[in-house]
Every structure is written in C-alpha cells, then in structure tokens.
C-alpha cells in the first residue's frame, strides 16, 4: 500500500493506493471540539438527512436511481463523539473505475459525492420539512426506547451517576431534538462544513494524482481551519467509590461498575487491549469464569472499553440477590489481573485473538482505512506495524497497565415490582 498526503490550505487529502480491493472510497471528515450538547443531536439529525437527500436527489426514490446508475455506489454518513472532539464522516464507496467502461465515471462520483455534502435538501435557508419531521421522529422515537433496554437505560443511568456534567454521560433526550427547527438545522449545518477541521481520505487501486486534482476542483472551502481538539475526555477520580442503587420495571437486575483509566502512552493501549481480552473477552476470560462458570450468578458479563473516555465498565446481567458476590467477584478478578495472577495460557489466548482480530482488519478495506486515519491522529500504529508491536507486549506489561485502572462506581438497576 502507498499512502501520501497532499497538503491544501483550508483541507489535506490522504490517499491510500492498494490493488487489494475492487472497490473504493472517498470519506470526507469534519471534526471540531464540542462546546455544547446542541451541537450532537444537531449531527446526529444532519448525519440521517443528508444521507437521505440532495437538492438534485430530493427523495430516497430519485437518491437510488442515481446510486444504481453509478454502478450501485453507496453514500454514508456517520458521527462519532471521540472524548471532547466529534467527527462527521461523509463520503462514498463505489467500484474501481477500472471496471468500468464509461471514461467519466471517476468525474460523475466525485460530482455525486459533492453534490450529497454541499448541496442538501434546502429551501429558502431551511431543511426540507417533510424529510426533517421523519428524521426527527425517528431520532426521539429512538431516545424513548432506550428504556426499553435493560443493559443500555443501566449504562445511560451509570454514566449519569457517575458524573452528569461529563461529556462522556451525554446521552440525548426528546427535548434536545425538540429544540431543533429547519432554519436552525441548517444554521448548523454551515457553522459545520465552514468551521470544522475537514480532512479527505481516499482508499483503491487508482491514479491518486488525478483523483486528488478532480477533488480539488469540486470541493472548493475557503476558511482557513487549523485549530486543536481534544481527543479525550478527563472524567474525575474518586477516593471513595459510589454506590448507587434504582428500580425500574426489568425483568433482571443489571449491574455497572466503572473504572478511570490513567493516561496510557502507545504501548500501554495495546497492552490495555490485552487486559481486556483476559479480563473479560469471552467465555475464557476472568470475569466469565468467575461470575458465571463457577457461580453461575449472571446471565451475561461483559468489559466495555471506552478509549477516549479514559473509562473501563464491567456489565452484569443477573438475579438481584446475588448482587454482593456479584461486585466481590468482579473485585477479586481484577484484583487477579493486578497482582499477576495471570497465566501463560490466558496471555496467549489473548494474543491470538487480537492477532486474528487485525488480520481480520487487513481484509477489509474499511477498516484499512479507518486505521489511517486514526494513525494520523496519533493515536495508533499502521496494522503492519500494529501486528509487530503485538509481539511485543510481555504479560508483565498487562500487569503494569492493570494497576493504571481506579474503581469509580458501582451502579446497580434493580428490577422494581416487575414480576
């Protein structure tokens, strides 16, 4: 794989170039810090409507007919909350144009990806109305069944309880997309697009030189962009762990129990990966067999790692009545990873698994690219390099990263009256 990067005045274009894949992507990122909870529920409904629509492509009808007649090229739209920073990605994966005998096909996706990010369904300085009511719908629909969910409403209310004026417990409500008008919408639709970091990434087997020239010519910003953001967030520490304890209608209890996580240098992410991989990656992992295995306490267990929140929570699914071995359990586990009670056999398992894991990657391309693109944030290792560094990660190293985690909270939501 060649990768180069064309540097601009208001935006830089990376190019990947690899014979790998039939297919190829263009992926347009905005980032900036975010200085409100307005500014995510505004992306999450932009992400939904400009996926949808254009002016030129005004329905989803007219938006598949032209898709199909590039050869079923496929526009996304994603948004990401990366600790104290967001990331709008919008972008478009369509066939090499090797395959393809029209000689302006290259011209006509580039057009199209262009048209879908600069010219959205606006009328008179307002979204179209009838697709903004259905985007917003959805999105307050989609808050109120949160609660549906056990183990999600039980991660929503411990990131609440551990620290509600956290950027890490924003979660959003039907009152923040209430908020939200047509006109408003597409105010901050332009403060997007003109003051947000853009970066353009570009992944497949093509001439890059001429790819990045047609970009140039169809993607025209004129404001200067080149301020910081913050990666990740900085959540308070406790001397005291928090107990907290709710009722709600479930049909099981749902345990959370939150850990801060220091600074971690690139060594100590991989080696943090690791840690998690034995401390609760599957049904051989720490937690597992302690919880469920040994004691049969809970239906699921699960670690969730939260990078750029610098925060570790172990989920339990379980009978309320076990809550007290439940938390001892979780505690002697991680208790075991600190003090290296670790075996060789538990360190290799998990060293395969995060091998298969990136060979898995280098399939896909995707994730190729999504590993550039976080790479050149600083934030880990091209995947030939990652495999390497990998080998490199002695047991002593999970051990050492172990201690760098501090208990927070334990949050249990217990099922109430429901019977």
Known sequence: MQYKKFEGSTYNIYTVKTDKFKSCIINVIFRDNINNKDILANL?????????????????????????????????????????????????????????????????????????????????????????????????????????????????????????????????????????????????????????????????NMDMEEVVSKIKEEFNIKMVKNHSFELYTKNKKRKKIKVVKETDEYVQANLVCGYNIDDLNEKEKIAMRFFVEIFGGGMNSKLYQNLRVKNSLCYGVRPIYYKYDNLLFVHVSFDECNYDKAVKLIKESMKEMVSGNITLEEFDRAKKSLQFSFKLSKDSITSILDNYIFNNLGEIPILEDYENKINDITLEDVVNVSKKLTPNFIYLLGKGDNK
């Not at 938006?63 to 994603?78: D, H, T, V």
């Not at 709008?88 to 006509?108: C, M, R, S």
């Not at 979204?127 to 039980?154: C, H, M, Q, W």
């Open 44 to 204: 999450s409904m932009l992400k939904s409507l400009i996926v949808d629509s254009s002016k030129n492509y005004p329905n989803r009808r007219e938006l598949s007919i032209r898709c199909e007649e590039l050869y079923n090229a496929s526009f996304f739209a994603s948004v990401h909350r990366l600790g104290n920073s967001y990331e709008l990605n919008l972008g478009t994966e369509f066939i090499n144009p090797e395959f393809v005998k029209e000689k302006n096909y290259l011209d006509e996706i580039i057009k199209f990806n262009f048209e879908m990010i600069l010219n959205p369904n606006v009328v008179n300085d307002e979204f179209d109305l009838k697709s903004f009511n259905v985007v917003k719908n959805k999105l307050i629909t989609s808050t109120k069944r949160i609660r549906e969910s056990g183990p999600k409403y039980a991660i929503k209310r411990a990131f609440y309880n551990m620290d509600p004026d956290s950027l890490s417990s924003l979660y959003m409500e039907e009152s923040d997309y209430e908020r939200i008008t047509p006109s408003s919408l597409y105010k901050a639709y332009k403060d997007i697009i003109n003051k947000s970091v853009c970066d353009v990434y570009v992944i497949g």
